[in-house]
């Protein structure tokens, strides 16, 4: 079996794992007896929301569930990481890492007191609905400052600085410029709305969050806990590791499958580029190609359902449908987008002249699969859960989960058995796995709830009345054309992601823009865009701002384990990453691709190949390469073929076909990519004749 051949004690790779883990929720690691309390507290979490999912138990009122979930993310967060990265001001207590400082437990506890007292005094709050007293004020006021806090501390400053830059526009709205003069709130309307309501910080976001995102994130971490993140990639390069340019088609591969079990780019990149990185690097790809693949991938492991990290299920809530259909809707996208990332890792090798690793290097494939064959149980359970039987995410969710924990006891057993070791440390080793995950659970959900929590400021100041002010404003700078705001949202999208998770980039974004996309396609465009493509539109704008220099994480990630510059990684990888930037486009102008009204498997497999195809030439246009280097005039021809096979509509409206026939006008698009293989055909590179 291939082995990490990095060194343990290298620089770069204890960089990009350390990064993985700030993402992932351990910021402090402190000694003594207070390093229990933070994965006590996390563990905690995981089992109230595990009793919560539980069918068997009466269930608690939704605004408890958020306030309790609320609650625990603030506490984590205060008493994980510090005030300040490094020493401040001489007081080294603000940037303790291998403490808790008295203060932090202090504030921790408060903030964790104020996100509860939505429920303390939920009857009172019920009661004096509209008509706050002094104390609800002021605990309002504190929990939207610990929330900010909360989340500079684990987010970064932008999201903080958006909600405040919006708190103070509800309130400065009668002074602004006319143009976005707003009649304003009153302090009373603004805590009733933001802080005692479910419209606001205790709003949709977060109560997905509470009940569907924690499940499933915390079905990701004991999968990755039991090792089915090392599998898959295995897996991945006893399949692919042969071919031309393998462990490149099997870092797609590997960071597609991992991305089922994580919503976290840096996590997938540190998981998968670990072997993947240095394996592309031996058999000749450059550093920062290498590294780029990756970054490419593991960002993309976000648009793969069923988790889409925690989108998803807040696109459902928005849009008002089933999980299940968003699932649907994502699927065409998400696959031919990494169809096409596969295909880019051929270009390359092929420019390269490159080969795979010789197979006798590689592990055997049967034995590979059939090695970890378990780990499929609980992955084929959720999908049998939520598409056949059609159960809530959650209760999937909580499904997969208990029979996980069956799996880890009896493989751990099982190994016991045939190593004739005993079978009680057997136990032990299985306990401990799922405390683990359930303390891994818990870390890795911190992140999400402040993002929800936070955005949720944002949304709530929107429902005050500036929704429709907004819808104005952007009409007017997009001056009624669908395209410039298509254009204005991807930009916005791109620029606002660099700061922020992708999750809290999609609420943001989607509460601002999405409706305005549908309403100026209805007014002046004169045709219909379904809210889930522009919903998912958003969404993919979201992600592609993980690798956008200067700031994509990722890249900085990947950068380290191979050495490479990060500016040029990022560049790089983004460059990959323009064959995802093509979709959202066409999806937005040809619903077909997101399978609305397509309830036919024959025609949605035909739309999926369709749609690779047509990704693969676009890839080949961006990439100057086909089978062989592009000639100036072939890249229009492969530009035709992208624009053929993904809008089948608009072709077919040109030439006068009735739009039933549409199918039809995909001939021409095969046509003229078929036309260009052959005249490249010529120009294949021979490959050098061994010495």
Known sequence: MIKNDTNTGDEGLELARRMAEEEEGVARKPKGYGKYVIPVIAVCWSFFHLYIACPYFDPLDSTFIRAIHLSFALLIVFLNYPLFKKPRFGLHFLSAKNRIPMPDYIIGITAAISALYIVIDYVGLAMRAGSPVPRDIVIGLLLVIFLLEAARRVIGPALPLIAIAFCLYSFLGPYMPEIIAFKGVSLNRFMGQITMSTEGIYGIPLDVSARIVFMFVLFGALLDKAGAGQYFIQLALSLLGGFKGGPAKAAVVGSGLTGLISGSSIANVVTTGTF????????????????????????????????????????????????????????????????????????????????????????????????????????????????????????????????????????????????????????????????????????????????????????????????????????????????????????????????LPTTATYIVIASLTAPAIVAIADLHEHFTVPLMSAHLFCFYFGILADDTPPVGLAAYAAAAIAKSPPIPTGLQGFMYDIRTAILPFMFIFNSDLILHNVYSWPQGILIFVMACIGNFAFASATQGWFVAKNRFYEIPLLLCVTFSLMRPDAVSAWLGIPHNYRYWTYLIGLGIYGGIYLMQRPRIPKPEPAV
């Not at 909580?398 to 045939?418: E, G, Q």
Request: with cysteine.
């Open 276 to 499: 993947t990185i240095p394996l592309m690097k031996k058999i000749g790809y450059p550093p920062t190609k290498a590294a780029a693949i990756e970054v490419a991938a593991s960002t993309d492991g976000q648009l793969a359902p069923p988790i889409m990290g925690a989108a998803a299920f807040i696109i459902a809530e928005y849009v008002n449908v089933p999980y299940i259909e968003v699932c649907k809707a994502a699927a065409v996208p998400a696959f031919a987008s990494y169809a096409a990332l596969f295909f880019i890792t051929h270009i390359e090798a092929s420019k390269l002249g490159l080969s795979g690793i010789p197979r006798n290097e590689l592990p055997p494939f049967f034995k590979t699969l059939v090695s970890g064959l378990h780990y499929l149980i609980p992955i084929i359970m959720l999908m049998y859960e939520l598409m056949v039987l059609r159960h809530s995410p959650d209760l999937s969710a909580f499904n997969a989960v208990w029979i996980l924990c069956l799996v880890i006891i009896f493989k751990n057993l099982i190994t016991a058995y045939i190593d004739k070791s005993s079978p009680a440390k057997a136990f032990k080793l299985s306990i401990s796995e799922i405390f683990a995950g359930l303390e891994a659970g818990g870390r890795n959900m911190v992140s999400v709830a402040l993002a929800t929590a936070a955005a949720g400021i944002i949304v709530g100041i929107v429902a005050l009345g500036l929704g429709n002010l907004i819808t104005e404003i952007i009409e007017m700078m997009s001056m009624g054309s669908v395209y410039l705001m298509l254009v204005i949202t991807a930009i916005a999208s791109l620029i606002i992601g660099m700061g």
